[in-house]
C-alpha cells in the first residue's frame, strides 16, 4: 500500500432528479513514472493509479486509464447524472495492488 | 564586473516578449473571499515600488483558477493531512496541538504577523521555530526537519485559517535589527552571476527571465505549492534555490540569516492578504 | 490554378491532417493509435480538445477533452517518452463526454485527442503545447 494516498471528492448535495452534476475528484498519489532515476542512477520503478470507475447506484458514471503522463495528485473532473437519490462510489486502483474508496451520496431536491 | 553583469542580465531579460504585464483579476477564493492581491506599497519600501503586487497577479489563466478553488488547489491536501495531526497526540506529555490551541480557526492572524520577536526567546522566530519550540518543551516531542513534510503541511495549514487577513509583520522594537539584516541581504549582489533579490524582484519585475514571468518576490503565498514539483515549498527552501541559482554558496534553512530575510521580505508584503497555501509555477 | 507555394503547403498540410499523423508523429504514437482504432481511419469532426497554448510549468498542464457523441476518448502526448497519457470511457450516467484531468509534458510537443464514436468512427484533434524553462532553472 503506497503511503499516504488520500482520496477526496467534490459532489453537490442535491440536485433534481436527471440534473448535471459536476464531479471533482483528487487524490494524493506521487505517480511515479518509471521515468526518475535515483542519486545513484537507478530507474525509480514506475508506481501509479492505472485505473479509476465511479459508479451510481451500480451503474458506471466513467472509466479511466491512468498513464504515468498524469500528473502527481490525480485530478479528474467529469459530468454525472443522478436519475435518483443514492451514492456515487469512487474506485482508484494503484499499481501495487491497493485499491482506494470513497463513497458520497446525494440526495434529489 | 558591474558592466559585465549588467550585460549578462540584459541579455537574459531581453526576449521577444520581454515584458507582460501583471494580469488585471481579482483574487476570489471559493466564490466567496475576496484577497487583496494588490495595495499600496508599505512605507518602509515606498521609495522602491509604488504598488505591491502578490506573485498571483504573474501567474497564468488555469494556475490562477487552481488557486481559487480549494478543491482545485492541491496545496490544500496538504492542509488536510496537518489537519488530522494537529489532533494527534505525539511525546511524552501525551498532548496534540488541540489540547492547548482547540480549533486551528482560533489561530487565524497569526500567519500573518510572522515572522516576529519572540521576548522569551529573545530572538526573531518563524512560525516553525515557533512549532518546534512547542513540541519539544510542551509535547514533549522532537523538533520537525525545517521546510519538511509535518512541518511544512502545519504551517500552510497555519496559514489557511489566516487567508485574507493583511500580512503585518512588525519591523521595529527589538525586531529591527534582524529587519536591518534581512534588508542588507535582500540589496547585496551574490555569487558567480552576481545577483541582488532586488537586481530581479525590484527592478525587473513584469520581465521575463527566459520564460519565467518574474514577480516581486513576496512570501504572502508560502507555503507554496509549485506545479514544478508538485510539493509544498517554504519560504527558507526558496531562498536557497534562488540564491543557489547565482551560483552563490547559501544559507540552509533556518539560518539565522534566512530568519532575517523572511522578516524583511515578508514586510515588504504588508497589506497584501496571506494567501498561503497558493499555486505558482 | 497556379501552384503558388502558399497553395502546396497548404496541400501539404492537409494531407498530414487527414492522413491523421500528428507532426512528430513517433513509431510509438503510431502504434498507440493503432491498437486504439484497430488501423481503422481517423477522421476530424466530433472531438474538442483544450489545452493551454503555454504551459506555466510541464510537469502539470491542465487538459479538457470532450465530445457529442463519444464513447471513448484517448489522450497521447506525442513528444513524452511514452505518448500515452489517459483513456477516457463513457459509461451509461456519465452526463456529458467530458472530462478534465493535469497531465505532465516532456517538451513543447501536439496533445491528440482520438475518439471512438458511437457510430464507430474515429476522429481526432490536436493542440501544441509550448512547455517552456523557467528562468533561473529554479
Redesign the interface.
Known amino acids: 500500500m503506497a503511503t499516504?494516498v488520500?482520496p477526496?471528492v467534490?459532489v453537490p448535495k442535491s440536485a433534481a432528479a436527471g440534473d448535471?452534476?459536476t464531479i471533482?475528484t483528487?487524490i494524493?498519489h506521487k505517480m511515479e513514472?518509471g521515468?526518475r532515476k535515483d542519486d545513484d542512477g537507478n530507474v525509480i520503478p514506475r508506481s501509479i493509479i492505472n485505473r479509476f470507475t465511479c459508479?451510481?447506484n451500480g451503474?458506471?458514471?466513467?472509466?479511466?486509464?491512468?498513464?504515468?503522463?498524469?500528473?502527481?495528485?490525480?485530478?479528474?473532473?467529469?459530468?454525472?447524472?443522478?436519475?435518483e437519490a443514492g451514492e456515487f462510489k469512487f474506485t482508484w486502483y494503484d499499481d501495487d495492488g491497493s485499491v482506494y474508496e470513497t463513497a458520497k451520496n446525494i440526495a434529489i431536491s | 564586473m558591474r558592466k559585465l553583469t549588467g550585460a549578462i542580465l540584459a541579455t537574459i531579460l531581453a526576449t521577444p516578449f520581454a515584458s507582460a504585464d501583471p494580469v488585471d483579476d481579482t483574487l476570489i477564493l471559493n466564490e466567496e473571499t475576496e484577497l487583496v492581491t494588490r495595495t499600496t506599497a508599505p512605507a518602509h519600501v515606498s521609495d522602491a515600488l509604488d504598488e505591491v503586487m502578490s506573485g498571483w497577479l504573474f501567474r497564468g489563466t488555469e494556475t490562477r483558477a487552481m488557486q481559487a478553488d480549494d478543491f482545485d488547489n492541491p496545496g490544500m491536501i496538504f492542509v488536510e493531512q496537518a489537519q488530522e495531526m494537529w489532533e494527534t497526540a505525539e511525546g511524552s506529555e501525551g498532548k496534540s496541538c488541540s489540547s492547548c490551541h482547540n480549533d486551528m480557526e482560533s489561530l487565524a492572524g497569526v500567519k500573518a504577523t510572522y515572522p516576529k520577536w519572540n521576548e522569551a526567546a529573545g530572538e526573531v522566530r518563524t512560525l516553525q521555530m515557533q512549532m518546534n519550540d512547542c513540541r519539544t518543551n510542551r509535547m514533549g516531542s522532537d523538533a520537525w526537519k525545517y521546510d519538511k513534510g509535518p512541518a511544512i503541511n502545519m504551517e500552510a495549514a497555519l496559514s489557511s485559517v489566516s487567508r485574507g487577513l493583511p500580512v503585518n509583520v512588525a519591523i521595529d522594537g527589538p525586531a529591527q535589527s534582524a529587519w536591518e539584516l534581512g534588508k542588507e541581504l535582500y540589496y547585496t549582489r551574490n555569487g558567480q552571476l552576481e545577483l541582488s533579490c532586488a537586481n530581479c524582484h525590484e527592478e525587473n519585475y513584469g520581465n521575463m527571465i527566459r520564460a519565467d514571468h518574474l514577480s516581486q518576490g513576496h512570501v504572502n503565498g508560502f507555503p507554496v505549492y509549485r506545479l514544478k514539483n508538485t510539493k509544498l515549498n517554504g519560504v527558507h527552501s526558496r531562498f536557497k534555490g534562488c540564491i543557489r541559482d547565482t551560483r552563490a554558496e547559501t544559507y540552509s534553512q533556518g539560518s539565522p540569516e534566512f530568519v532575517a530575510l523572511e522578516l524583511y521580505v515578508a514586510s515588504r508584503g504588508n497589506g497584501l492578504s496571506v494567501e498561503g497555501p497558493s499555486v505558482r509555477n | 490554378m497556379e501552384l503558388t507555394r502558399r497553395r502546396a503547403i497548404q496541400i501539404g498540410v492537409g494531407a498530414l491532417l487527414i492522413s491523421g499523423l500528428p507532426f512528430r508523429a513517433s513509431a510509438s504514437t503510431e502504434d498507440a493509435i493503432a491498437a486504439f482504432t484497430g488501423g481503422a481511419e481517423v477522421g476530424s469532426g466530433d472531438v474538442k480538445l483544450i489545452a493551454p497554448e503555454i504551459a506555466e510549468n510541464g510537469n502539470t498542464v491542465p487538459i479538457e477533452v470532450s465530445s457529442d457523441t463519444a464513447k471513448e476518448i484517448m489522450v497521447l502526448a506525442t513528444g513524452n517518452p511514452t505518448p500515452s497519457v489517459a483513456t477516457f470511457k463513457f459509461g451509461k450516467l456519465a452526463a456529458s463526454r467530458a472530462a478534465s484531468t493535469r497531465i505532465r509534458l516532456a517538451g513543447t510537443q501536439d496533445v491528440l485527442a482520438i475518439a471512438k464514436l458511437e457510430d464507430g468512427s474515429f476522429v481526432q484533434a490536436s493542440r501544441t503545447v509550448k512547455v517552456t524553462i523557467g528562468g533561473c532553472g529554479g
Open positions: 499516504g488520500k477526496r467534490k448535471t452534476v471533482k483528487l494524493s513514472s521515468q459508479d451510481f451503474e458506471n458514471v466513467i472509466e479511466v486509464l491512468l498513464e504515468p503522463a498524469i500528473s502527481t495528485n490525480p485530478y479528474l473532473e467529469f459530468e454525472a447524472m443522478a436519475p
